[in-house]
């Protein structure tokens, strides 16, 4: 079986949903994290545990960043 990820304009949504519904398509609700993806996020939780000082405040640092 093939397996599609697809992005659908918000507005065309509800009529794609229905078009797949009728077709009979499964619709998968959850999406699976690589497992390299989730070594990279236990690698870096233990650097933190192991050095904490590594880590910044949010409230110190979000002013960097700059949003539209």
Do not use: C, Y
């Not at 918000?10 to 229905?18: I, P, S």
């Not at 939780?45 to 050095?51: E, F, H, M, P, V």
Request: aromatic residues 8%; glycine residues 2%.
């Amino acid at each position: 079986m093939k397996e599609v990820t697809l992005k659908i304009p918000d507005k065309k949504f509800g009529f794609f949903m229905e078009l797949v519904k009728q077709l009979g398509i499964e619709v998968a609700e959850d999406m699976e994290i690589p497992e390299e993806h989730k070594a990279i996020v236990r690698e870096r939780i233990k650097k933190s545990a192991q050095n904490p000082e590594r880590l910044l405040d949010w409230d110190e640092v979000k002013d960097n960043f700059k949003f539209e």
